[in-house]
């Protein structure tokens, strides 16, 4: 079963406005912690914003924020003030093995998100 | 500060051909793992270690070997590379240490090898 789950391969975004990419995840861990990375054009992968599963407040930073709903096993991205310098691939990742106490790292199957000047 | 380094940046093969793709860090991080991403995909792990000398598999290990004979290094060998194994590999590497917080968390990346077989 997939674990980390990102239905949309693609979205538009207009210059300016906020835009939402979903995640959905999959785990048994009690502790797990959930990211996103950008990858732009030129193929690095850039650490964007961490939720922990204990942490009580969604996270952010800069324009960045983790809609975290733990219930419903969801984390979507929310970029604020959209930039022509977001366009690129988003992937969510999750981190899971404080059980079996090898910690592994599993990612989504991306959202390329193009903004429109 | 480096953090990882991969290398090589870009390489092409022959079908059966064997390369050593090289990673390194210098953050003493104790987690390494190797991911490929074949185009417009996610990551897939290849193998992972745990520390020096503790290697395991991960979701697409066949076609692949690794050692971790140090904490720095974590080289990823191809023996008789395939069309299928054209691909970006990722060398990434984290800090699991007492507490969750995002300094034990976060995964470093390097800047990929794209290679190619043919």
């Known amino acids: 079963a997939q674990k980390i789950t990102q239905t949309q391969p693609g979205m538009f975004v207009q210059e300016k406005e906020a835009v939402t990419l979903d995640c959905t995840y999959d785990?048994?861990?009690?502790?797990?912690?959930l990211f996103w990375y950008k990858q732009p054009s030129s193929g690095e992968m850039i650490f964007l914003i961490y939720?922990?599963?204990?942490?009580?407040q969604n996270a952010t930073e800069g324009r960045y924020s983790l809609n975290f709903q733990k219930a419903r096993k969801s984390a979507n991205l929310v970029i604020s003030a959209s930039q022509l310098g977001d366009s690129a691939m988003y992937f969510c990742a999750m981190r899971e093995g404080i059980f079996s106490g090898t910690y592994k790292y599993i990612f989504g199957t991306g959202t390329r998100l193009k903004v429109l000047a | 500060n480096a953090g990882v380094t991969q290398t090589p940046k870009f390489r092409i093969l022959k079908i059966g051909q064997s390369m050593t793709l090289q990673c390194t860090q210098d953050?003493?991080?104790?987690?390494m793992y190797w991911y490929r991403q074949d185009p417009g995909m996610g990551l897939k792990l290849i193998y992972y270690s745990v520390g020096a000398g503790i290697t395991d598999k991960g979701e697409v290990p066949n076609g692949y070997n690794v050692s971790r004979s140090t904490t720095e290094d974590f080289p990823l060998r191809l023996e008789l590379a395939a069309p299928s194994q054209t691909s970006v590999y990722f060398c990434a590497s984290s800090y699991q240490g007492a507490g969750v917080t995002l300094d034990n968390e976060k995964l470093f990346f390097g800047s990929g090898t794209q290679l190619s077989v043919l």
């Open positions: 785990t048994s861990d009690p502790s797990y912690g």
């Open positions: 953050m003493n991080h104790n987690y």
């Open positions: 939720q922990g599963s204990y942490d009580q």
